[in-house]
């Protein structure tokens, strides 16, 4: 599927709860709570470590060590319902070791971990888009509807330490008008 970015007004027209999970600049499994009524648990796909040699565009040339790859689904703990998926790519080198043993040993969602350690990070703007659902993320009866992603970034001391990609399995709207913002 085309990369098809969405524009404010594209974001304006998706459902209410979609919106906020969008914007949200916090964590998303909290907010993810709120909306669904329910205990999110993380439902780890698949984990592995890249070696320093690896090429990783997220990082924009920036000298990191190894890469974690980390591919997520959220879903309800009661329900069952995949909400989310994600994609993190994570510069180990650049957290401090609790958090990357907590990352390694538990299945804690990132940006509760983030939260507990105290280390003071912000996120870029996401960009948005509509997108079809990776392969390893897609659910069992094989739908591939397309669904709204986003990505963005996480810096500590001015160096990028994540990039995460968020697939909302819960829905868009039936009709997005398709500008493209790039």
Known sequence: MQLCYLSRA?????????RILVATNGTLTRVLEVITGEEIAVEIIDQR????????????GSAIGSVVQRRIKLVGRRSGTPFVAAESLIAEDDLPTDVRR???????PIGEVMLASGMETFKEAAEVWLAGVPAWARPDDGRDAPVVARRYRTIASNVPIMSITEYFL???RSAI???SLR
Do not use: N, Y
């Open 102 to 108: 907590i990352l390694a040993e538990t299945k804690r």
């Open 10 to 18: 594209d974001i304006r027209d998706l459902k209410r709860d979609l």
């Open 49 to 60: 470590r890249h070696p320093t040699s690896l090429d990783f565009p997220e990082f924009r």
């Open 170 to 172: 819960c829905g868009g």
């Open 177 to 179: 008008h398709r500008h």
